[in-house]
């Protein structure tokens, strides 16, 4: 194959008007996509580049077009993308339906979609493609057939003028194709209810579409079969093939729009997916940058990120400094600096610094990918109150089929003339109407536009009756370390004795501790580290278990313990016990140092409370929880703490199991517990508690155990998923029941109650147009929760 040929073989997708910039002067020729007519790439005509092709023109005329509108000119449709190998399909409604290839759903008859997370470029729903096309052909065949049929009423004076009978022919061939095309879906789910034992809205629709339709067939081809109950005063019979082909094109907007606003359900999940760039600058050994692909990129690698670059994905910092947003990943609006060593997470934006950083984490293990994994997972399960709608469209299908038929034999028996035709109208009306889609729709849309929300503001929900349960809960366990405190303790006091001096004291203490990995020891180093002293390590270090530890710095015999240690070794401390009761009192954790067998003074550390806390529970309380904390730490120092934030109840000195007991223990008293954690001694009382909530800081045996993890770990996020919690459980409710309403209210109205006030049955076309209307505007009020503020 020549350069040429495998040019345009390569681009000829296009019908060959366009070849890489490489060969714009060979001497093959290429066709015009505007006009058509060819062109040699050689003669010197206008030519221009789209998406790294150059295009040539037989003119500028048709440069300036093509320019104008690429994608006319080059037929650029989407088309859907073919999914994975090995994809499964679920309903929306009814998440324990999985099939291995694409279909509707037995229960519901809704289209499956497919599982997993949503690829950003996936193209737009085949179904909606199909059902958008299909809605045109029946609206543009409906409206002649309305107008037709609705003439006398307009004052208008055509039928006249043509022969009755040629009108019904008229009719018929306008309502041909939409009843047994475009409704060819309708019918197909109808059967496959009957044949599942699910009746559902699409065995109501088919039922009544079938029956106006075929009445009206058998009308037109045999008229004469027909006794005088069926014809109108001038001895004709009445036909509703304007009611049949209306139904369809409503139920087809009203599907339409349910697609189109359940997609914007999923934006939520692409928006999160649009938070990583989809290149990065790469370093290389040499110190060289260059742009690659994400998905080229490998943990260890180094990253370059320039002020306004989104963080690629996740890891930490290695030269630089910045303030970075974080704000899509937590929900907290104010950016948090970084420096070496800090870590960085995949989608947030770096403001104003240049960073150079070392991944970690890539592709699906990333926090960004882990999110929307979540999320995905959330929007397909169900919510207990969804069971609630299941069972009353189970029994209500079968009911309305009972009304119809009822109403049928009412009219046909006590029925004005035609009484016939009344039935029917009135029959075909009540199947409409009544279609459970509202009903079915109320909880899922609200789960699914709430769990999008929540993810945007740091709250993920992994399973739908999570967010429902909490939405109730009363009481709420808290973890002390790292939920309400910052789970690192730091130095607060240094108190020297016996003619030390504090930094000297401090010197001794942390180069004794320096080679300890013990949480208070890092403290201490770190306290002597900021006050810029410089710490040798210790020589002959010895740890005494539950005590303390002891060694030799600068030639000087130093212990670091507790009272008991104290005690062992002979040195009174006296002179520092009302000091450290106090300071013990405070919250902190007071360690006495001995130095060559004197009593040398006092370190105290302290884990502090998060800035945030205090606040966030004054709202918790606010939105009626009782607070109890739950801690391994000591009961003086958990005392303290919960004094300071307002905490109604403590429970101090509790191992892992007896946390999970306490939940038991408060769920017994008939509480609903919610739990909060972070840590591995949590992960069993998250999973004992009615809704485990874990920070999503802590370990990934806590995050498992939950139903909610708070990306960000304060408790502010807590209440940010009451709010979304109660919220939801709200729009829920009000679904659920404008959905029964309007069956309460529109079944009847169908069946004729009215008829004898106001003389005129429902047009079964204005029972379709209700029945679409109810499912948009049970979706409207679900996407109402995307602008809720958390």
Known sequence: MTHSDHAHHAHGTHGGCCVPKATAGDAAVVRDPVCGMTVDPAAGKPTAEHEGHLYHFCGERCRTKFVAEPKKYLGDRPKPVPMPKGTQYTCPMHPEIIRDKPGSCPICGMALEPMGVPGGDEGPNPELIDFTKRFWVSAVLSIPLLVIAMAPMLGLTFRGLIDERMMVWLELALASPVVLWAAFPFFHRGWESIL????????????????????????????????????????????????????????????????????????????????????????????????????????????????????????????????????MITGEPLPVEKTEGDALTGGTLNKNGSLVMRTERIGAETTLARIVELVARAQRSRAPIQGLADRVSFYFVPAVVLVAVAAFAIWAILGPEPSLAFAIVSAVSVLIIACPCALGLATPMSIMTATGRGAHAGVLIKEAAALERFASVDTLIV???????????????????????????????????????????????????????????????????????????????????????????????????????????????????????????????????????????????????????????????????????????????????????????????????????????????????DVGIAMGTGADVAVESAGITLVKGDLNGIVRARILAQATIRNIRQNLFFAFLYNVLGVPVAAGVLYPLTGTLLSPMLAAAAMSLSSVSVISNALRLRALKL
């Open 196 to 327: 599942n034992r699910s009746p559902n809205m699409w065995t109501l629709i088919s039922l009544g579409v079938g029956a106006a339709y075929l009445y009206s067939l058998v009308a037109t081809l045999f008229p004469d079969i027909f006794p005088h109950q069926f014809r109108d005063h001038g001895g004709a019979v009445p036909v509703y093939f304007e009611a049949s082909a209306v139904i369809v094109a409503l139920v087809f907007l009203g599907q339409v729009l349910e697609l189109r606003a359940r997609e914007q359900t999923g934006s939520a999940i692409r928006a999160l997916l649009d938070l990583a760039p989809k290149n990065a600058r790469l370093i290389g050994a040499d110190g060289s940058e260059r742009d690659v692909p994400l998905d080229t990129v490998k943990a260890g690698d180094r990253l370059r990120l320039r002020p306004g670059d989104a963080v690629p994905v996740d890891g930490t910092v290695l030269e630089g400094r910045s303030s970075v947003d974080e704000s």
């Open 479 to 689: 973890d002390k370390t790292g939920t309400l405190t910052e789970g690192r303790p730091k130095l607060t006091d240094v108190l020297a004795a016996n003619g030390f001096s504090e930094d000297e004291l401090l010197v001794l203490a942390a180069g004794l501790e320096k080679g300890s990995e013990h949480p208070l020891a890092e403290a201490i180093v770190e306290g002597a580290a900021s006050r810029g002293l410089n710490v040798n390590e210790a020589g002959g270090f010895e740890a005494i278990t539950g005590k303390g530890v002891a060694g030799t710095v600068l030639g000087r015999k130093v212990a670091l313990g507790n009272a008991a240690m104290m005690a062992d070794l002979g040195i009174d401390i006296t002179p520092l016990s009302a000091r450290s009761v106090s300071l013990q009192t405070e919250g902190r954790t007071v360690i006495f140092v001995a130095v060559d067998r004197v009593l040398g003074g006092i370190v105290a550390v302290a884990d502090p409370v998060k800035a945030t806390t205090a606040e966030a529970i004054r709202s918790l309380h606010a939105r009626g929880l009782t607070i109890v904390m739950a801690t391994g730490d000591n009961e003086r120092t958990a005392s303290a703490i919960a004094r300071s934030l307002g905490i109604d109840e403590v429970r101090a000195g509790l191992l892992p199991e007896q946390k999970a007991a306490l939940v038991e223990d408060l769920r017994a008293e008939g509480k609903i517990v919610g739990m909060a954690g972070d840590g591995v001694n949590d992960a069993p009382a998250l999973a004992a508690a």
